[in-house]
């Protein structure tokens, strides 16, 4: 069964930088379309950033230039780096998967099977 969890989560106030890390197990890391994804309270849920297996990245425009989505290979671990954070950035943070999603359709506003519970980040003023 494909598990993921999320950690590094937490509070930071504005300009700040935090490195969430993603670790999934039950299946081949490689094989699957990665994601990052959040939601703030009582709005939609939104895409952040993906990884295909063939490496290429996409990211929601809100964020280009300020996160970075990765894979360590050796740890088997999927992270997001973030910096000058902004408040508008508070939200629950989601690590996705999926396995469908293959190259091209690997992107933000694909649809995910696999979500991990969430890691809270908070971003003040």
């Known amino acids: 069964q494909v598990q993921l969890v999320e950690s590094g989560g937490g509070s930071v106030q504005a300009g700040g930088s935090l490195r969430l890390s993603c670790v999934p197990s039950?299946?081949?890391?490689?094989?699957?379309?990665m994601g990052w994804f959040r939601q703030a309270p009582g709005k939609e849920r939104e895409g952040v950033a993906t990884?295909?297996?063939?490496?290429?990245?996409t990211y929601a425009h809100s964020v280009r230039g300020r996160f970075t989505i990765s894979k360590d290979n050796a740890y088997n671990t999927l992270d997001l780096q973030m910096n000058s954070l902004k408040p508008e950035d508070t939200a629950m943070y989601y690590c996705?998967?999926?396995?469908?999603?293959?190259?091209?359709?690997?992107?933000?506003?694909?649809?995910?099977?696999?979500w991990g519970q969430g890691t809270q980040v908070t971003v003040s003023s």
């Open positions: 996705a998967a999926d396995l469908l999603a293959r190259g091209r359709d690997c992107h933000i506003g694909a649809p995910m099977f696999y």
């Open positions: 990884m295909g297996t063939d490496g290429r990245t």
């Open positions: 039950g299946y081949t890391f490689s094989s699957y379309c």
